[in-house]
Protein backbone atom coordinates (compact mmCIF):
# COMPACT_ATOMS: atom_id res chain seq x y z
CA UNK A 1 0.00 0.00 0.00
CA UNK A 2 1.67 3.68 -0.78
CA UNK A 3 0.40 6.77 1.09
CA UNK A 4 0.90 10.16 -0.01
CA UNK A 5 0.39 12.71 2.52
CA UNK A 6 0.67 16.79 1.50
CA UNK A 7 1.10 19.26 3.56
CA UNK A 8 1.51 23.10 3.63
CA UNK A 9 -1.59 24.79 3.00
CA UNK A 10 -3.52 27.39 3.70
CA UNK A 11 -4.48 31.34 3.59
CA UNK A 12 -1.68 33.68 1.85
CA UNK A 13 -2.99 37.37 0.47
CA UNK A 14 -2.18 38.04 -2.77
CA UNK A 15 1.88 37.82 -3.99
CA UNK A 16 2.47 36.19 -1.07
CA UNK A 17 4.40 32.75 -1.31
CA UNK A 18 3.32 29.27 0.40
CA UNK A 19 5.58 25.96 0.22
CA UNK A 20 3.50 22.53 -0.39
CA UNK A 21 5.47 19.08 0.96
CA UNK A 22 4.71 15.47 -0.42
CA UNK A 23 5.60 12.61 1.47
CA UNK A 24 5.42 9.49 -0.02
CA UNK A 25 5.70 5.71 1.88
CA UNK A 26 4.99 2.36 1.76
CA UNK A 27 5.75 -0.81 -0.75
CA UNK A 28 7.53 1.29 -3.55
CA UNK A 29 9.93 -0.12 -5.94
CA UNK A 30 10.91 2.58 -7.69
CA UNK A 31 9.08 6.20 -8.28
CA UNK A 32 8.93 7.32 -12.16
CA UNK A 33 7.55 10.45 -11.62
CA UNK A 34 5.49 13.24 -8.77
CA UNK A 35 3.26 15.98 -9.86
CA UNK A 36 1.28 18.19 -8.39
CA UNK A 37 -2.77 19.30 -9.57
CA UNK A 38 -5.10 21.37 -8.62
CA UNK A 39 -8.62 21.62 -8.28
CA UNK A 40 -10.15 25.00 -7.96
CA UNK A 41 -14.00 25.46 -6.87
CA UNK A 42 -16.61 24.21 -9.19
CA UNK A 43 -13.81 23.12 -12.07
CA UNK A 44 -11.66 19.94 -12.82
CA UNK A 45 -8.35 19.01 -11.37
CA UNK A 46 -5.77 20.59 -13.45
CA UNK A 47 -2.10 19.96 -14.05
CA UNK A 48 0.72 22.00 -12.24
CA UNK A 49 4.14 20.84 -12.33
CA UNK A 50 6.05 17.31 -12.40
CA UNK A 51 8.95 15.98 -11.96
CA UNK A 52 10.40 13.03 -13.37
CA UNK A 53 13.68 10.76 -11.39
CA UNK A 54 15.91 12.21 -14.02
CA UNK A 55 15.57 15.79 -12.65
CA UNK A 56 12.72 17.01 -15.74
CA UNK A 57 10.39 19.61 -14.65
CA UNK A 58 7.58 20.46 -16.65
CA UNK A 59 4.54 23.08 -15.30
CA UNK A 60 1.53 24.34 -16.50
CA UNK A 61 1.64 27.81 -18.89
CA UNK A 62 -0.66 29.56 -15.72
CA UNK A 63 2.17 29.20 -12.90
CA UNK A 64 5.73 28.78 -15.25
CA UNK A 65 7.69 31.66 -13.57
CA UNK A 66 5.72 31.42 -9.98
CA UNK A 67 5.52 28.20 -9.12
CA UNK A 68 8.96 25.63 -8.51
CA UNK A 69 8.78 22.04 -8.25
CA UNK A 70 11.68 20.06 -6.31
CA UNK A 71 12.52 16.99 -4.20
CA UNK A 72 14.78 15.48 -1.74
CA UNK A 73 15.26 11.70 -1.29
CA UNK A 74 14.66 10.37 -4.70
CA UNK A 75 11.52 11.40 -4.95
CA UNK A 76 10.02 10.54 -1.81
CA UNK A 77 9.68 13.80 -0.96
CA UNK A 78 8.38 16.22 -3.34
CA UNK A 79 7.70 20.16 -3.19
CA UNK A 80 5.84 22.70 -4.41
CA UNK A 81 7.41 26.84 -3.85
CA UNK A 82 4.62 28.82 -4.69
CA UNK A 83 5.50 32.36 -5.20
CA UNK A 84 3.83 35.64 -6.20
CA UNK A 85 -0.06 33.93 -5.43
CA UNK A 86 -3.11 34.87 -7.35
CA UNK A 87 -6.73 34.36 -6.14
CA UNK A 88 -7.22 32.47 -9.28
CA UNK A 89 -4.39 29.94 -7.77
CA UNK A 90 -7.36 29.25 -4.75
CA UNK A 91 -7.71 25.37 -4.93
CA UNK A 92 -6.99 22.35 -3.73
CA UNK A 93 -3.86 20.90 -4.02
CA UNK A 94 -2.88 16.93 -4.75
CA UNK A 95 0.30 15.05 -4.86
CA UNK A 96 -0.20 12.47 -7.52
CA UNK A 97 3.21 9.63 -7.69
CA UNK A 98 3.64 7.77 -10.93
CA UNK A 99 5.39 4.81 -9.37
CA UNK A 100 5.84 0.60 -8.94
CA UNK A 101 3.93 -0.58 -5.96
CA UNK A 102 4.95 -4.31 -5.17
CA UNK A 103 5.65 -4.51 -8.83
CA UNK A 104 2.63 -2.92 -10.18
CA UNK A 105 2.44 0.42 -12.17
CA UNK A 106 0.24 2.41 -9.81
CA UNK A 107 -0.62 6.17 -9.93
CA UNK A 108 -1.04 7.13 -6.30
CA UNK A 109 -2.98 10.47 -5.15
CA UNK A 110 -3.02 12.46 -1.21
CA UNK A 111 -6.18 13.74 0.18
CA UNK A 112 -5.31 17.10 -0.73
CA UNK A 113 -4.20 20.46 1.29
CA UNK A 114 -6.52 23.46 0.57
CA UNK A 115 -4.50 26.75 -0.48
CA UNK A 116 -6.29 30.04 -0.37
CA UNK A 117 -5.58 33.46 -2.00
CA UNK A 118 -7.38 36.22 -0.33
CA UNK A 119 -6.94 39.75 1.15
Known amino acids: QVQLVESGGGLVQPGGSLRLSCAISGSIFSIYAMGWYRRAPGKQRDFVAA???????TYADSVKGRFTISSDNGLNTVYLQMNNLKPEDTAVYFC?????????????WGQGTQVTVSS
Open 96 to 108: NGDLNSAGYRTDA
Open 51 to 57: ITSRGTT
